[in-house]
């Protein structure tokens, strides 16, 4: 059977059909690496050829997770049989999860969660998520600076220049060139939202200072 090879732009059904926890993990970006290792003129910003050599970086990587994982005969390709087999073991982690989630919070047994067990399940987590997010923004931070620079979040995002200020301008509530932990949290999700958040944060940098 004719194999296909698996291409550093992973623009195959591959990369939909396997999505890994390691390659989740990483698909907001680079995450902790720091900003000077693609910063080559170190102006705090990535160019074009810099973000360029970065997101080429992350490609090989997450290629790899998934040879890693599912490349059986490590011959370095996906065949239609190892695609195949991911999709399978994809759907097998999504079962499990959600059994996983029963268990944990069935708290009458029946084998199902009502709204109480719910609820609870979603309090939970949600509160998970947010340490993930806190967590995920300490490894953004590289300079422990406690706020995120646009040359932080670019790593991060590996976005382009357009894409970058557009993220900017929805966490960034205070106008203030950076986002903070609350900011990252809490997108602005209307003007209502940004003037609201403002003055709280301007007021922290403040007393920081």
Known sequence: MKRKTLPLLLTTVALAAVGTSQARDRVFGLGSTDL?????????VLSGEELAAAKEALRAERTQVILDEYDADGDGELSAEERAAAKVARAAERAEARQAIIDEFDADGDGVLNEEERAAAKEARAAERTAAK????????????????????????????ERLAAIVARYDADESGTVSLEEFLNPVKSDRGRSKSKSSKSSRKRSRR
């Open 36 to 44: 000077a290792e693609y910063d080559a003129d170190a102006d705090g």
């Open 134 to 161: 806190e967590a995920r923004f300490a490894e953004i931070d590289t300079d422990a600076s406690g706020d995120l620079s646009s040359g932080e979040l670019q790593v991060a995002t590996l976005a382009t220049e």
